[in-house]
């Protein structure tokens, strides 16, 4: 752990000299992580160049669909390994033209466990909570939903259906994740997705010397 | 693991001298393990005999949920573990009474990844994937469906809203779960509820000698 610290440092070092904004976006398995990402990117366009680093245990199925839609992406395969670590990132960093982006979003593992361990070397790590999860995640995977400076809860054209209790998630989400901004969105609909861009062009912003 | 696979082994001894049939629950988080829990046992009552040992790594909010409905109830609480092992079952099962129930349903941490390692001393491992997780899950996360002898496809009544790809996922399930018997069902809803019943009444059945 002690080693992936360090590496971390280097790899946030390293990206700050390349002055890319890093992002590690954690979630449960379905959260909608690739659908975001890809809409994210896509909205970004013409204003701010970004490429993917994407984690799974098996299957390129999210690379290829981020790959699909024109955008840099490169895969990690973890086997049977539950998160990505940093010495994974650094390597899979080095197979992208990082002088040619403005942004680094790194899609890790479907996991809301494993992966709160493991620094990345990140600028921010961004947790989802999709509506039809259910409005207790924060509580149940405290270390994940506290270690994030961005929450978001997604699927929000879900909600209904599921029968999200809105006023519980944000209170759940706010007593565990309290330091952290927190967007409501719909990647598939597009709802509230422009608050979370001019957001991330904002961090994009202050991180240029 | 070598020492957990004894003490599963250990507890598959116990559980089969108590006559009692075990499951072991395991998803995502927020695949609705627990409603899906709940309404097994409400639908089995004046039959089964149904305690439910339930893990989670923070909050006893399913327990919680499962005790208000009268259901004998012990919660392994694991901090910052992702999955259960023989020896917590075994100490939780300890304080169950055993020679009252039929069936033991344990409910593991929300999870795809560690708890496929673990065995628990389980008859059957029973893997749920939600409609509105995607049909794809099986294909990312094949240790845990390939380990599964029962595969249930959940929140049936929400597969439209989602866009769900049922003949894919169908298709994914097949290929990874193999050997597993397939159902699909809403535990909110009550649809396909009966046919899971009759197999886990069958499964019972055959274990009485």
């Given amino acids: 752990m002690e080693k992936n610290d360090r590496l971390a440092e280097r790899n946030r070092g390293f990206f700050k000299a390349k002055n890319l904004l890093v992002l590690n976006v954690v979630s449960s398995p379905g959260s909608g992580k690739t659908t975001f990402i890809r809409e994210t ?3 970004l366009a013409g204003k701010l160049r970004v490429g993917v680093i994407v984690g799974d245990l098996a299957t390129d199925n999210d690379a290829a669909r981020l790959r699909e839609v024109g955008i840099p992406v490169v ?6 390994v539950c998160h990505l670590d940093a010495n994974m990132v ?20 479907g996991n809301l466990v494993c992966p709160a361990d493991y620094d990345l070397g990140e600028d921010l790590r961004v947790v989802l909570l999709s509506t039809t999860e259910g409005e ?4 149940k995977y405290p270390p ?9 809860v ?9 029968g999200f209790n809105r006023a519980q998630a944000l209170a759940n989400l706010k007593r565990v994740s309290h330091h952290a901004q927190i967007f409501e969105l719909s990647s598939r609909t597009g709802e509230g997705m422009s608050a979370w861009l001019d957001f991330l062009a904002g961090e994009w912003k202050k991180r240029q010397s």
């Fill in 144 to 152: 994940m939903f506290h270690s994030a400076q961005v929450a978001i």
């Fill in 136 to 139: 207790d995640k924060p509580l």
């Fill in 75 to 80: 895969q990690i395969t973890t086997g049977t």
């Fill in 154 to 162: 997604t699927k929000s054209d879900l909600a209904a259906a599921a």
């Fill in 41 to 43: 990117v896509a909205k």
């Fill in 90 to 109: 650094a390597k899979a960093a080095a197979e992208l033209d990082l002088d040619s982006l403005d942004v680094l979003v790194i899609e890790n593992v």
